[in-house]
């Protein structure tokens, strides 16, 4: 008796024994991969962006560790370890950013973080995680400096920048023969608005040479009255009025502009203005041309993975997914690959921050809007496809829906990686392939 | 000329709109001696209110018109309920501190209100846009201007007036004036002196909300509304001397039409034009235009 206890005990020891080289050797079920989630929780950039974006996320992060995507992304968690997301709210300032960045890597101990919408929040962020030599994956925010100005080995962004944007919109106006002898703008005064502003305007001197800019409106982010601005744009009405204003400075706008006949007086563009259609319904005029950072939401391309997303974002959330919770998608979509693939180069075991930063490195990868391609910054700058289309009020399904879409492959409205936006645009867009 | 009357007519509209908002500001610290950071969060609270009272009065059926009703109510509920609930709660423990800690509570209480609208109203956006259709358009020359935009300043001036009339020619206002000048010889002359200040803070805050209620239909009302606001409002009280309601009127009316100013001559410095007149004032008069050299008690 006693000796067959003794056997049994040793028999358990060694099955514990066994079980933790197992778990030294391999990721096994417990072990959790820690990410960050960074974006606005709070503030004037919650609701458009913020809150559907960290929606999707959740509702990702639940699919995932269920093993419910689909292929290939059908793999419980990230290769096997569960995936947990902490999530901070990005308001606050860039300092701010900078210090919860650094509580993220130090105190919760995450293994990468996914954030920032702000172009400024970018900015600040990417050198830190670079001096920490820590995995950074920004998944929003526009502005093109971040990898044309600056060089990184743990710092990426899987969305295109705003380049990408504008050189669409103009190129959906040449392509629908829109009459743009004058252009007004109307962008906010931080680095998007001043990025989105020069892109459109370099690029409507290459496509439309004789154009005339007019008026150059640079109302302070969440200004929210924006009448003078709209009596200074209707004093000089131009054939085109471009704008990148988003979320509530958005909304706004369009509320205080269409009572006043804005949009009856010239051709409306707006290059990042998907997001506000479900809010704005019918108020949201008619024949408003705009884009949506990408091919996202009604104008998201007809793929498996795409209506997958779609009924899982609706069904949660009791909306259709927009482009913020697009782009935190592809951002996930794109580390768990990354992540599965640093773990097979690693005997199975969690990466490490330069494993993964390798790993993630020119990595291609399908998401719901379409292939993304790290090919730019030196494979740490994500190109993708885009599309533009015109507004229309649908009133049999109380939305408002996009016709005339167009959609533009990623080598015609993205630099090469040899060059910067800006030499790229000036030059006339060498190289830009596949233009429709 | 169209130019001119363009500038004056946006400037006046945008000044109308600020002057709501920034008398209820003076008045509190004229009265409380309160910077109140949070000044902006009972704009929001108006503006949150203001929505959801326009959306009941809709699911009532009543006229359109009597939205214009609902906003005010949603101002007076505000005012009513929350104003001396937080006077009464939280402020009155801070009277008689250092100014400095009690921007600091109201700073506190600027977060904590950020929070509750968005636990109460979540963090969708809010549209009321109907009653900006009421008052029909205005038309001159090139340009188009909404009713709704004039009949702000027709609100702004009845109640700078009304406030102006009930501090000179009432009871109540005389009191309140005793009270503003020393709180302590007020006392001493039998004036309920924390009556005074919960009365002024919740016309205060009334007219916070009101700014707010009357904003909703022309913004989609959703988290952050707060901010803006209160930054701008900060800078016409200075300008116009911190607790004087003819400075809030100037500094209203100065600040509009330096920023129309700017936003119709040179746009890039907008936001620059409102500050630069902040800093010019208060190089010749640090105390704001209207605010009387004190005499430093010893």
């Known amino acids: ?436 | 000329m169209q130019t001119a009357v363009t500038i004056l007519i946006d400037g006046l509209t945008y000044a109308s709109w600020l002057f709501i908002v920034a008398l209820g500001l003076t008045l509190v610290f004229g009265v409380l001696k309160i910077l109140n950071i949070a000044h902006g969060s009972f704009y929001a609270l108006g503006a949150y209110a203001a929505a959801s009272f326009v959306g009941w009065a809709a699911a009532l059926k009543w006229a359109p018109a009597f939205s214009i009703v609902a906003m005010m109510l949603a101002a007076v509920v505000v005012a009513v309920v929350v104003a001396p609930l937080t006077e009464r709660a939280l402020l009155r423990f801070f009277y008689g501190r250092d100014e400095v800690l009690l921007v600091l509570v109201t700073y506190a209480l600027f977060l904590i209100m950020e929070d509750v609208t968005k636990l109460v109203w979540g963090a969708n956006p809010y549209y009321v846009s109907e009653p900006y259709a009421l008052f029909g358009n205005v038309s001159f020359g090139r340009q188009t201007w909404v009713g709704y935009d004039f009949a702000l300043v027709a609100l702004a001036v009845v109640i700078g007036v009304a406030v102006w009339w009930v501090l000179n020619r009432t009871r109540v206002g005389k009191v309140t004036l005793a009270v503003i000048h020393s709180a302590e010889v007020a006392s001493s002359m039998g004036v309920d002196v924390s009556k005074v200040y919960m009365g002024a803070f919740s016309v205060g805050i009334f007219l916070a909300a009101l700014g707010g209620a009357f904003t909703a239909p022309m913004i989609s009302v959703q988290p952050g509304v707060s901010v803006g606001v209160i930054i701008v409002s900060f800078a016409v009280v200075i300008i116009g001397g911190l607790g004087s309601i003819q400075g809030a009127a100037i500094g209203a009316l100065i600040v509009g039409l330096a920023r129309s100013f700017a936003v119709h001559v040179a746009p890039v410095a907008e936001l620059f034009s409102i500050y630069v007149v902040m800093a010019v004032v208060l190089m010749f008069r640090p105390e704001g235009l209207f605010q009387r050299t004190q005499a430093r008690r010893i």
Request: with cysteine; proline share 5%; charged share 20%.
């Open chain 1, 1 to 436: 008796m006693t000796k067959r206890t003794s056997a049994g005990a040793a028999a358990q020891r060694s099955a514990l024994a066994l079980a933790a080289l197992l778990a030294a050797g391999g990721a096994s079920a417990q072990e959790t991969f820690k990410v960050g989630i960074v974006s606005f929780l709070s503030g004037q950039a919650a609701e458009s962006f913020g809150i559907p974006a960290v929606n999707g996320a959740k509702a990702l992060v639940d699919a995932f560790n269920k093993g419910a995507a689909p292929a290939p992304y059908n793999k419980a968690g990230f290769g096997g370890m569960k995936l947990e997301a902490v999530y901070v709210d990005e308001n606050g300032g860039a300092t701010k950013q900078v210090q919860e960045l650094k509580n993220l890597y130090d105190r919760e101990k995450v293994d990468a973080v996914v954030g920032y919408v702000g172009s400024g929040d970018c900015l600040a962020v990417a050198p830190a995680a670079e001096e920490m030599k820590k995995f950074l994956l920004l998944y929003d925010c526009g502005t093109p400096r971040i990898f044309e100005d600056g060089k990184y080995e743990y710092v990426f962004r899987t969305a295109a920048h705003a380049t990408m944007d504008n050189v669409a919109l103009v190129r959906y106006l040449k392509a629908k023969n829109v009459k743009a002898e004058t252009f007004n703008m109307i962008n906010q005064d931080y680095a998007w608005g001043q990025d989105s502003k020069k892109d459109f305007t370099w690029s409507m001197e290459k496509l439309y040479p004789g154009a005339k800019p007019g008026e150059d409106q640079l109302p302070k982010f969440g200004a929210g009255q924006y009448g003078t601005e709209i009596s200074a744009l209707m004093a000089k009405p131009a054939d085109v009025t471009h704008s990148s204003l988003w979320g509530g400075d958005l909304q706004a706008f369009v509320l205080q502009a269409a009572p006043r006949g804005l949009f009856q007086r010239t051709q409306v563009v707006f290059s990042a203005a998907d997001h506000v259609l479900p809010g704005l319904g019918e108020k949201m005029p008619n024949g408003v041309i705009l884009g949506a950072r990408g091919a996202y939401g009604l104008m998201s391309p007809k793929s498996a993975l795409n209506d997958w997303w779609w009924d899982l974002y609706s069904k949660a959330y009791g909306v259709y997914p927009v482009q913020a919770p697009y782009r935190m998608v592809q951002a996930l979509l794109g580390l768990k690959l990354a992540a599965e693939k640093a773990m097979a180069a690693n005997g199975g075991k969690k990466p490490t921050h330069e494993q993964l930063a390798a790993a993630l490195k020119d990595l291609e990868w399908e998401s719901p809007a379409g292939r993304i391609r790290m090919a730019l910054g030196n494979g740490h700058q994500a190109v993708q496809d885009t599309a533009i289309g015109r507004t229309r009020y649908d009133a049999a399904k109380k939305m408002v829906v996009l016709d005339d879409i167009v959609r533009f492959p990623a080598d015609c409205v993205n630099p090469p990686p040899t060059m910067k936006s800006e030499d790229w645009i000036k030059a006339g867009f060498p190289g830009a392939k596949g233009c429709p």
